[in-house]
């Protein structure tokens, strides 16, 4: 891995079978292997690309082979299935990192190789159309420009004119925005969000490109697409062999400016888009198709024939921010108690530095001020969407062994996505500080009442609050142990640290001189006594 990073070359890796029913990556990659390492079919391009594989991601799914594994799908006989055997879906793991799977390929391939690129190879579900192969890529809002524009001109442009020469129907991935099946609706083209392949690289400035076959396509078809597509990208690579690598060094180096900005607005970080609702004509290549009603759905059901049907159909591809947050200049300050964050930022090859000896500083604490937990475990996790925070100021004391980790790294955006409360994908989210939201304490009505009626007979606002608490709210009313909890959070008694996510955000850099020394670094001075 350190030759290839030293070679200058562009590194792709190719991870086939993250739904290993999904199967034609497989074939085709091994295919392409041996065009390219036994036969030398194509010496002349490894000359300016260097190509990883991996064959079969998810190996135990792989094993659960059957016939009956996916209804929707053209062949093989015998395919793999889509969850692991703990049941995860590998393709929702990429931040939170559950599976054994996922921290290997993250933690021993991608951070040891740091690809230039990943391509992720899928088989697509949903309507019938004439188009075999479909392509994803995040785009606009969120991505760092140079990205945005290699994926423009080298992908959407030279690598889909190379695989359309070679006799291809090729469209974006095709997500119909109605949410069915009707292309007349428009095609939504957003964005991943981060717990996806393509959502995730572009967090450590990389690039990532899914792949769809159609899946009613015959399999051989399947594989043949997938292996044209492949070789077009390596021709498209070895054609301009130095953008993709500028492209990455620029998306760095994009991440450190923001995070050491001085200006504040300088320092934003894309949490979610939407696509707009501009769009841009598409030159549809379907079949002609009945929706009919149906009394076992209860809606209308596609009829497709094998008749080609052109229209013109709205793309929508514009996507615009719909979540920021302002990079905190100082980077994060990570309690050492939560060990499994700091685990899962080891593994995505996060930079981080500990404290040797206690620092006290002015911090800004996000408070929870309203959230919702999900009732229904979703990828075997309580999902944790946070509605509205509060910044507070705080005088925190940090201890020796806490970590600080710094925001102005190659995977500054994705420490950004773990570490802030409302990120949609980052470890608040999926349940990893679910337990700041559970009421640790609480008084007794004998105990609380006699204080609440001093409360309200010194303090003639929170008395007005109270009564119109009540009036306005009338389950608040109705539940004595709501209202007694009411005047309990608003005494001395209450816990300070419930509804606190406990990353602080530093608002400056943790001096040298707290820290531990990186290898070879001068000794931490010892403390100044008093």
């Known amino acids: 891995a350190e030759a290839a990073r030293q070679s200058g070359l562009p590194i792709v890796l190719i991870q086939n079978g993250i739904h290993s029913g999904e199967i034609e990556g497989k074939d085709a990659a091994l295919m392409l292997v041996r065009d390219l390492a036994v036969l030398h079919q194509h010496d002349e391009l490894l000359d300016s690309v260097i190509v990883l594989v991996v064959p079969m991601f998810s190996a135990d799914a792989h094993e659960r082979k059957s016939r009956y594994n996916r209804i929707n799908q053209n062949g093989p006989d015998e395919i793999g299935w889509r969850h692991t055997p703990i049941g995860l879906n590998l393709n929702r793991d990429y931040t939170k990192l559950d599976a054994p799977e996922m921290r290997a390929l993250i933690g021993n391939l991608y951070t040891k190789w740091w690809p230039d690129l990943l391509v992720d190879d899928h088989t697509t579900d949903g309507a019938d159309y004439r188009y075999d192969v479909t392509y994803s890529t995040n785009h606009g ?48 083209y957003g964005n991943s969000a981060p717990r996806f392949s393509t959502g995730y690289t572009q967090l450590q400035s990389r690039a990532a490109l899914l792949v769809e076959t159609h899946m009613l396509k015959p399999y051989g078809a399947r594989v043949k697409a997938t292996y044209d597509l492949l070789m077009s990208l390596i021709e498209e690579l070895h054609a301009h062999p130095a953008a993709l690598a500028q492209a990455v060094r620029d998306a760095e180096a994009e991440m450190v400016a923001r995070a050491r900005a001085s200006d504040p607005a300088k320092r934003l970080q894309v949490l979610a888009t ?125 201890r020796a062994g806490d970590v600080w980790v710094p925001c102005d790294q190659r995977g500054g955006a994705l420490v950004v996505n773990l570490l802030e409360a409302q990120a949609p994908d ?55 142990n709501a209202r007694t909890d009411w005047f309990y959070r608003r005494s001395p008694w209450n816990d300070p640290e419930q509804d606190l996510h406990p990353i602080a955000r530093a608002l400056r850099a943790v001096p040298e001189t707290f820290l531990v020394p990186l290898p070879g670094g001068p000794p931490v001075p010892a403390p100044a006594k008093h």
């Open 426 to 480: 980052g470890f608040m989210a999926w349940g990893f500080f679910e337990t700041v939201f559970q009421k640790k304490e609480y008084g007794d009505a004998y105990i609380v009442e006699p204080m609440a009626r001093a409360m309200l007979a010194h303090d003639p606002q929170l008395a007005a609050d109270f009564k119109a608490k009540v009036a306005a709210d009338t389950t608040f009313a109705k539940d004595p």
């Open 141 to 188: 809002a969120g991505m760092p420009l140079a990205l945005d524009r290699w994926i423009a001109d080298a992908l959407e442009r030279g690598m889909v004119g190379r695989l359309a020469a070679k006799g291809h129907l090729v469209a974006p991935y095709l997500d119909f925005r109605g949410g069915g099946s009707d292309p007349r609706t428009g095609i939504d």
């Open 274 to 398: 939407t696509v707009a609702d501009r769009g841009v004509p598409f030159a549809w290549k379907g079949v002609q198709t009945r929706w009919e009603y149906s009394d076992i759905t209860g809606a209308r059901v596609p009829r497709y024939s094998s008749t080609p049907w052109d229209t013109t159909v709205t793309l929508y591809r514009e996507t615009q921010p719909s979540l920021s947050v302002r990079v905190p200049a100082g980077g994060y300050l990570v309690p050492q108690e939560w060990t499994d964050v700091l685990d899962r930022m080891t593994l995505h090859g996060i930079r981080t530095r500990k404290l040797a000896r206690a620092w006290s500083d002015t911090v800004e604490m996000t408070r929870v001020t309203d959230h919702t937990s999900a009732t229904d475990a979703y990828e075997g996790r309580h999902n944790v969407r946070v509605l509205a925070v509060r910044l507070e100021r705080q005088l925190r004391t940090f």
